[in-house]
């Protein structure tokens, strides 16, 4: 079992609001990821981080920012929800000579 | 353009039956593939990972085989049990990037029926 953790599992919020999504992980793994993932759908990279310090955007847009200072913390955070970030979004981790990815729960964020 | 296709999109088979699941990929260059098992509301677990020189692999009741020429794969289940509904994951990895970028299919979602 990955330990890698992911909080809260669901957010239920008004338009407009600030939220951060949590996500940890304990297995000292330098890259870490998040993903966006609709019903039916392909998970979608939105940003990604090589270590601490570092932080990339991916392939999806996305208004979400991320920080990584510390390396086992990668938090997401929307300034201001919208009903669009309705999704499930995946927090990922992979070691530093591997790209094998464990993933974390997932929160699912309703935006009404 | 690099992408992975998955069929069926949806299955539903009885308890005890066999299924296979398919894999078809336009990735280039290839380093990996790997099947995930997503249960609902859960993040995705890997089952198995096959490289270029593999064939098949296997993992329990899951048997994996991997054309590379063709670029296909394929996810055998073996004697399902109800605990196997959950979406099937394709995910092809380049070995172009650092970052072992990754491709995912869309999945197909599997519902074993009593």
């Known amino acids: 079992e990955a330990d890698i953790y992911q909080t809260p599992r669901y957010l239920v919020i008004g338009t407009g609001k600030k939220i951060t999504l949590e996500c940890s992980q304990t297995?000292?793994?330098?890259?870490m990821y998040w993903y966006q993932q609709d019903p039916g759908m392909e998970l979608h990279l939105i940003h990604y981080?090589?270590?601490?310090?570092?932080?990339e955007k991916g392939d999806l847009s996305s208004e979400s920012t991320v920080s990584r200072i510390r390396t086992e913390h990668f938090p997401l955070t929307l300034e201001s929800a919208r009903p669009s970030h309705t999704s499930q979004y995946l927090c990922?981790?992979?070691?530093?000579?591997?790209?094998?990815?464990?993933f974390g729960p997932g929160t699912r964020l309703t935006v009404l | 353009k690099n992408q992975v296709e998955q069929s069926p999109q949806s299955l539903i088979i009885l308890e005890g039956k066999n299924c296979t699941l398919q894999?078809?990929?336009?990735?280039?260059?290839?380093?990996?593939l790997r099947w995930y098992k997503q249960d609902t509301g859960r993040g995705p677990v890997s089952l198995t990972i096959?490289?270029?020189?593999?064939n098949t692999k296997s993992n329990g009741r899951y048997t994996a085989t991997l054309d590379a020429d063709t670029k296909q794969s394929s996810l055998h289940i073996t004697a399902s049990q109800l605990s196997d509904s959950a979406s099937y994951i394709c995910?092809?990895?380049?070995?172009?990037?650092?970052?072992?970028?990754?491709?995912f299919g869309r999945g197909t979602q599997l519902t074993v029926w009593p």
């Open positions: 990922a981790s992979s070691g530093k000579d591997s790209n094998e990815q464990f």
């Open positions: 297995m000292g793994h330098d890259k």
């Open positions: 981080s090589y270590g601490v310090n570092s932080t």
């Open positions: 894999c078809n990929y336009t990735v280039s260059p290839f380093s990996n």
């Open positions: 096959m490289t270029f020189s593999e």
């Open positions: 995910v092809v990895s380049d070995r172009g990037s650092t970052l072992g970028r990754l491709y």
